[in-house]
């Protein structure tokens, strides 16, 4: 059965990548329906709204929802986070945020890891209560947050050929809350024998990753932590540019680039294309396309292979990127 998309472009660079992303996807032979669908700053100024009910709608219907990205507004203080909305609309516990080395400039060559960030609880979504001495900040981590990503984490590797799953908390000081993910994740993994689960402490893991990273294959871990250690991911093989994301829930799921609006080269046509399009990927594995996701990397590959955007040393612009893609896929 034919499977629905709604496309939300965003702000600044947003749409511009979306637009590749989509060039890409026009360029397999594939049954997708697309639904377009508004948000953002831009999305304000013309309808009044940041995210529009029409727009909830379209993400309430779509199996999967390609996203670009959004331009915090700074003077307006009712704003609520869009994305933060979305991922919540979808109840999206899983983040997903693979780095890999596809010929981009990398300061970790030949890299091949994953990241699976628990998505909806932790510091992240936490009440703050403030006194006169300071602020109290409740992090809540609780079983079934815990057990879901650590299965779906679990189930994402095998599915995928992972070899070792690692999870990295630091139960040795957070003794009652770390310690329940913790325990929860090594319970989950007796379910998935032929794959090794072990642990790091985050600090190590920050260390690691620094001195021999691709001794690692995939991780697992709890929101704050996974936002901090995905991004030092990101900057080992090449920087916002290049990095995809997925956050899954557990009826769909939202794909979009790490990166956001970037207004300083928006309009200009010089964005890198690659964290959108690599998105696009992960949604088509996840929409059951799993050779034409592949098909895609291979192409991102292929055009890495001629010519890069000006953020990876290059001289092409976006739509110049996007068209070796969309050859490469011809
Ligand atoms: P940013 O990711 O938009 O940009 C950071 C730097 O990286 C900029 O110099 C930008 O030019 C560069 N950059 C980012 N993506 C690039 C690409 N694809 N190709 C080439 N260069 C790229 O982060 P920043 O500047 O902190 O935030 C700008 C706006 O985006 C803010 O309003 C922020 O709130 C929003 N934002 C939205 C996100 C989302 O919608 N998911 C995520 C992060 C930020
Ligand atoms: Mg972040």
Redesign the pocket.
């Known amino acids: 059965m034919s499977k629905t998309v709604a496309v939300i472009g ?1 702000d ?2 947003g749409p511009e ?1 979306v637009d590749s992303a989509l060039a890409a996807l026009d360029a397999l032979d594939l049954d997708l329906g697309y639904l377009h669908a508004s948000a953002g700053l831009a999305c304000r100024q013309r309808l009044g709204e940041y995210l529009p009910e029409a727009t909830l709608e379209a993400v309430r219907e779509a199996d999967a929802v390609l996203f670009g ?4 507004p700074l003077d307006d203080r009712s704003y609520k986070s869009v ?1 933060l909305a979305l991922r919540q609309e979808l109840d999206a516990y899983a983040n997903v945020r693979p780095a890999r080395d596809l010929g981009q400039p990398c300061k970790a060559p030949g890299l091949d890891l994953v990241l699976f960030r628990e998505n909806t609880e932790g510091l992240y979504n936490a009440p703050e209560v403030e006194d006169e001495e300071g602020v109290t900040t409740m992090r809540r981590i609780t079983r079934r947050g815990s057990e879901r990503v650590s299965r779906f984490a679990l189930e994402w590797c095998v599915r995928h050929g992972r070899k070792r799953l690692t999870v990295a908390h630091k139960a040795n000081v957070l003794r009652r809350s770390d310690a329940l993910f913790r325990r929860v994740f090594f319970e989950e993994a007796k379910a998935h024998p032929s794959l090794k689960a072990d642990e790091i402490l985050l600090d190590n893991l920050a260390l690691q990753l620094v001195l021999s990273p691709s001794k690692l294959d995939a991780i697992v871990t709890m929101n704050l932590y996974g936002d901090v250690i995905s991004d030092e991911m990101a900057g080992l093989v090449g920087g ?2 290049f990095a995809p994301s997925g956050s899954y829930g557990p009826r769909a799921a939202l794909f ?2 790490v ?7 928006a309009g200009k046509g010089v ?2 294309p690659c ?1 959108a399009i690599l998105s696009a990927a992960m949604m088509l594995d996840y929409l059951g396309h799993a050779p034409e996701a592949r098909r895609v990397e291979d192409a991102v590959r292929a055009a890495l292979r001629q010519g890069r ?1 000006p ?1 990876a040393g290059g001289t092409l612009g976006t739509a110049g990127f996007t068209r070796l893609v969309v050859e490469s896929l011809g």
Request: net charge negative; aromatic share 0%; hydrophobic share 35%.
């Open positions: 965003g600044g660079i990548v990205a959004i331009t915090s994305v916002l540019g979009e680039p990166h956001g609006s970037a207004p300083d080269i964005a890198n964290g955007t953020d």
